[in-house]
């Protein structure tokens, strides 16, 4: 197998444009990736290398707004709808799904949308329902408890509260390494499996939120199957 460079592209879904890219082995096991919040297409860069030696076949997307792709209404189910189009598109029959930090609820949401479609859902460091979880809301900041009090009767001013941020990238260029190593409180994982019974949980105390780049060989191998 011969790695190749990832491959951007742009494809119409209902008059809207969504950009995707594609990397790992062209020809490999098809694995949709939900950027968090706020991020983008390029956010599974970290990934590239370990999906061409596993054989799989890395797609990723930026959500309408984010990105490239045009700015408009979404939720999780029409997310889930498009990429079941975008899938048709790029001839993808069956996939999995992986979706960080808020990316969790649309690989949630493309799984129970698209049914059958998607064998497999992963979903590291995942946003959960924070109103639902005990204890969620004593683990958000203070810019975080004002987004969430927006929805749902606000949900546009807390999208565009979310997309506010100045400085982020900046930010997280500086101190991803202390982020990546800092523990995070797991309140998320639980409910999740305790709503999901299909679920497989998977907790780390020492990880933090961005635990999965310290593990993407084995959550990649878990997706696959292996």
């Known amino acids: 197998m011969v790695a190749k460079g990832p491959v951007q592209t742009r494809i119409d879904v209902d008059g809207s444009t969504w950009a995707v890219r594609q990397a790992g082995d062209p020809d490999g096991r098809p694995l949709v990736y939900f950027h968090g919040t706020p991020s983008c297409r390029l956010e599974p860069a970290f990934a590239d290398a370990d999906c061409s030696e596993l ?18 209404p979404f939720g ?31 690989s949630l949401a493309c799984a129970a949308v698209l049914g059958d479609r998607v064998t497999r859902c ?16 004593d683990l958000l900041d203070e810019n ?3 987004a969430v ?7 546009a001013a807390a999208s565009g509260f979310a997309r506010g941020f100045e400085g982020f990238r900046a930010a997280l260029l500086g101190t991803d390494q202390e982020i990546g190593a800092g523990h995070v409180p797991a309140v998320a994982g639980p409910w999740l ?9 998977r907790l780390r105390e020492d990880d933090g939120h961005l635990g999965v780049l310290e593990h993407t060989r084995e959550v990649l191998e878990t997706l696959r199957g292996d």
Request: aromatic letters at 6%; charged letters at 15%; zero cysteines.
């Open 55 to 72: 054989g799989i076949r890395l797609i990723s997307f930026d959500r309408p707004g984010y990105g490239e792709s045009t700015p408009q």
């Open 76 to 106: 999780l189910a029409s997310v889930a709808g498009a990429i079941g189009t975008i899938a048709d598109r790029l001839g993808l029959d069956r996939f999995v799904t992986l979706g960080q930090s808020g990316g969790g609820p649309f």
């Open 122 to 137: 992963g979903v590291p460091a995942g946003a959960v329902p924070f109103q639902l979880t005990p204890g969620a809301m």
């Open 144 to 146: 975080d408890q004002a």
């Open 149 to 155: 009090g927006m929805l749902p009767d606000h949900a």
């Open 193 to 201: 499996a305790e709503h999901l019974p299909d679920a497989t949980l």
